[in-house]
Structure formats: structure tokens, C-alpha cells
């Protein structure tokens, strides 16, 4: 199999890269169980001091790198800019405070003294999508390389460029060989690193099905496994929120990365006093942006990553108007090349349609009215899914029912939902388990290895 470039803006194949073979995914491992056993030894000032040299390199080279990302899965220039810089900063977040994060746990006890001590585990494997390329690898190597685990990384198939670039990265920065590295393969040959005694752990973020395949053979080796699967975000407007500002930030938490992140606003819940005016308005900020050429600095929305994910897409949207749904603005296929969807508002969903249950992965909005806080709540929780949610009051009483009460691995209150290096990230439900980021992610891949010294 080859790995392809297909641009999503014309829809023309720009590179391809051949598949890594037995002996080549079999002397990649190897290097990295080598290098594993030298890198754990080395100091947080030694691990600090190259994860600021690959932060240098990825700040100095913003536009090269981001144009690599812009031209395989179809982002703005201007988001993947911003994506890149992100990358730099968590690099250098990890590197500030993976010591102090990661220091002796002392513990109370009749001993003469005893503590918890935080060890690395070794070779991750880290399989990764195409929506946010760079940082979603990032996310998982600043704190596995911080511990002195080492990586290795399965990114998705029409990404190889990014994930090339990612490991010369690393090794421009001066890591040895081994201790990040990119593996060209395909998904069904995935199960097998899985299962190779070299590897430690495993974090996958993907879809749930992906979920359901890496969690299983995970669960067959017994290794550790992080999985941050698919969202259906509630983006909940009650009565005393700040109108604009929440109109202003659901148009931006749908349609962020042309609607194709975990973590965008999916279904927008409103209460029913204030419903058809944040309807209109959402319509008309939704309506207004314009969708066009990645590269082009006026562009809102981008094409989607592929031909494929536009035809599940509209299959979605479809299904839904065929079935009474209605259309505020959106739902027509623009001719032309490229991958390209409107972004679109659709009212009046109920239970049997796919667009209640499943998520939506690109700039397509549900919007519902509800009755009160209460029912708020549970239309908010009406999903399989758990990972994030946005909930807009003033109201201190609602503000802390929200968070007690959502269902999800994060509450944003007045706030988009996002990602940074200081707060825990991940789902519940069939969002997947565990956390990436913060000091709960960084611990994901150790060894909590409990010391008794009578």
C-alpha cells in the first residue's frame, strides 16, 4: 500500500510514500527498545533542553511546516499556522514543568520513609488522526519524551508528510534515533506492534470503532492504553448568558477546522425564551462565512479532509431533511473541485435521525430549544458520547449544575471548548478513557512505582 497526499481544496494527488516493510517497522522497533534503554537515563535538564530545541525549530519554521498541513487534510493556512505555534508552546510547557510534575510523591506512613516515584514505562506506540496532524501527536509525544519514554507513531494514512516532518523534527533537535519514529503502515497491521513485547502502552485518538479495535488487542497484550474517541459536544445557551458573545463563539465552536474536531459545539441547545433569536442570528453568522481556498487568507472554512468524509457527510444531513428535519441556511453540495461543504443549521431533529445519535464530523449544526435548566441537562446528556461541553449563564446556581451534572470529561462555562498543555483532556462514555495533557496525562505512561524504606 501506498500513503497518499491528496490536496482536499483540488482533489489531486500531490505525493505518495510506500509502506514501511516487515524489516523495516521490525528495525524501527528494535531501535527504539535500544534507545529506550539509554533515554530513561537521561536527566529532565537533558529532556528539557531538546524539547526546547524542537520548539525553536517548529517556531522558526511556522509557515513551512503548517503549508504541509494545510495541503494534506485541507485546514486554513491561518488555523494550521496557529496549530503549529500551539505545537511550540505545549513543547515548551512540558519542558518547564515535566520535573516538578513528576517529582517523589512523599506518603505518610510508619515507615521510615516512603513515597510514590514516577518512572517511565518505554516504547508508546501512538496512533493518530488527520484532523489536527500536528498536535494531537504533539499532545502525546511532550509528555512521553518528557518522562523519557520514547515513541512511535502510526498517523493517519493521508497524512505522511506531516508525520515525516514530525520526526525530523525531533531528530533535527537532536533526540537519538529511536526515540521518535514515524511507522508507515496500515491499520490492519497495527494489532501486531500492539502485541510486540517492545511495546509498552498504547494512546489512540480516532474514531469509536477505532477505539473498540486498538482497545481490544490492547486489552490482549495487557498493555496501558489511552483512548480519546468521538464527541457530540452539547453547546448549551441559557436565558442570562451574554447573547453575542455566545452567537459569536457557536459559530466559531462549529465550524472551527471546517467542523471536523472531537471537540467542536455539535448540538446546540437552547433555552426556549431566547431560542428563535440566537436561531436567526446563529443562521446568519453561519450563512456569512465564506468557504473557499485553504491558502486564501479570507477563507472561513475550508474543504473537508476527503471525498469520503463529504459523502458521510451529506449522507447524514440528508437522512435528516428526508425525515422532516428543516434547513436554516447550508445543505447543498457547492460544484467544482475540491472537498467542499456549506456550513449548515438544521432544526427540528428527532431520535430517528442519524444526525441526533451520531457525530457529525464536519460544519453541521443540530439546533434544539429546551424548557428549563432541567431539561437542558438532559438533552445534554442524551448521547453515547462524553468528551466536552459549553454551557453559557450567568446564574451561579446553574453554573454549578452544569458541572456537576454534565456528563463529560470537561465543562467550559462561557468558553468554547479547547485544548492546552495545563488541563486534562479526554472522555467518558464512548468517548474513551484516560487523559492526555496536564499532570494527569504526563502520569498516563509511568510507572507509579510505590517505595516502602523501613
Known amino acids: 500500500m501506498s500513503f497518499t497526499t491528496t490536496n482536499p481544496a483540488t482533489g489531486e494527488i500531490e505525493k505518495t510514500f510506500d509502506s514501511h516493510t516487515p524489516e523495516e517497522v521490525e528495525a524501527r522497533l528494535a531501535q527504539a527498545a535500544e534507545t ?5 537515563r537521561t536527566t529532565f535538564a537533558e529532556r528539557a533542553r531538546l524539547m526546547i530545541t524542537a520548539a525553536d525549530l517548529l517556531e522558526a519554521e511556522v509557515p513551512d511546516v503548517a503549508r504541509v498541513v494545510t495541503t494534506e487534510m485541507g485546514k486554513t493556512f491561518a488555523s494550521a499556522k496557529g496549530e503549529v505555534s500551539k505545537c511550540a508552546l505545549a513543547l515548551r510547557w512540558f519542558a518547564e514543568h515535566a520535573e516538578s510534575l513528576l517529582a ?3 506518603i505518610e506512613s510508619s515507615a521510615t520513609k516512603s513515597l510514590v ?3 517511565p514505562l518505554g516504547p508508546v506506540l501512538a496512533i ?11 499532545r502525546f509525544a511532550a509528555p512521553a519524551l518528557m ?4 515513541g512511535l507513531l502510526k498517523h493517519a494514512s493521508n497524512v505522511p508528510q506531516t508525520a515525516l516532518v514530525l520526526e525530523d523534527v525531533f531528530r533535527r533537535a537532536g533526540y537519538p534515533d529511536g526515540a521518535f519514529t514515524t511507522l508507515l503502515i496500515e491499520s490492519k497491521d497495527v494489532a501486531a506492534v ?3 513485547d517492545r511495546i509498552a502502552a498504547v494512546t489512540l485518538t480516532g474514531s469509536e470503532r477505532a477505539g473498540q479495535s486498538v482497545g481490544a488487542a490492547a486489552g490482549d497484550a495487557l498493555k496501558k492504553c489511552v483512548l480519546e474517541l468521538g464527541g457530540s459536544d452539547p453547546f448549551v445557551v441559557m436565558p442570562s448568558a451574554d447573547l453575542d458573545q455566545a452567537v459569536s463563539t457557536a459559530v466559531t465552536a462549529r465550524t472551527q477546522n471546517a467542523g471536523q474536531s472531537c471537540i467542536a459545539a455539535k448540538r446546540f441547545i437552547i433555552d426556549r425564551s431566547i431560542y428563535e433569536e440566537f436561531y436567526e442570528r446563529f443562521c446568519a453568522g453561519m450563512a456569512a462565512l465564506v468557504v473557499g481556498d485553504p491558502m486564501d487568507p479570507a477563507t472561513n472554512v475550508g474543504p473537508l479532509n476527503s471525498a469520503a468524509q463529504r459523502h458521510e457527510v451529506v449522507a447524514q444531513v440528508d437522512d435528516a431533511i428526508d425525515k422532516g428535519a428543516a434547513v436554516g441556511c447550508g445543505a447543498e453540495v457547492p460544484n467544482g473541485p475540491g472537498f467542499y461543504y456549506p456550513p449548515t443549521v438544521l432544526s427540528g431533529v428527532s431520535k430517528e435521525m442519524r444526525v441526533f445519535s451520531e457525530e457529525v464530523f464536519g460544519p453541521v449544526a443540530v439546533v434544539e430549544s429546551a424548557t428549563g435548566l432541567d431539561e437542558a441537562i438532559a438533552l445534554a446528556n442524551a448521547t453515547v458520547y462524553g468528551l466536552g461541553a ?6 451561579d446556581s446553574e453554573r454549578q449544575r452544569f458541572i456537576d451534572e454534565i456528563d463529560a470529561g470537561q465543562v467550559f462555562v ?6 492546552t498543555p495545563e488541563m486534562p483532556f479526554g472522555g467518558i462514555k464512548r468517548s474513551g478513557y484516560g487523559r492526555e495533557l496536564s499532570e494527569l496525562g504526563i502520569k498516563e505512561f509511568c510507572n507509579a512505582k510505590g517505595v516502602w524504606i523501613a
Open 390 to 395: 459549553s454551557v453559557w449563564t450567568t446564574e
Open 414 to 419: 462561557n468558553a468554547m471548548v479547547a485544548s
Open 36 to 40: 529506550f534503554a539509554q533515554f530513561r
Open 194 to 196: 500492539i502485541a510486540d
Open 117 to 119: 516515584r514516577y518512572q
Open 104 to 106: 517523589d510523591q512523599e
Open 128 to 138: 493518530m488522526p488527520w484532523n489536527f496532524p500536528m498536535w494531537q501527536v504533539i
Open 147 to 150: 518522562v523519557g519514554n520514547v
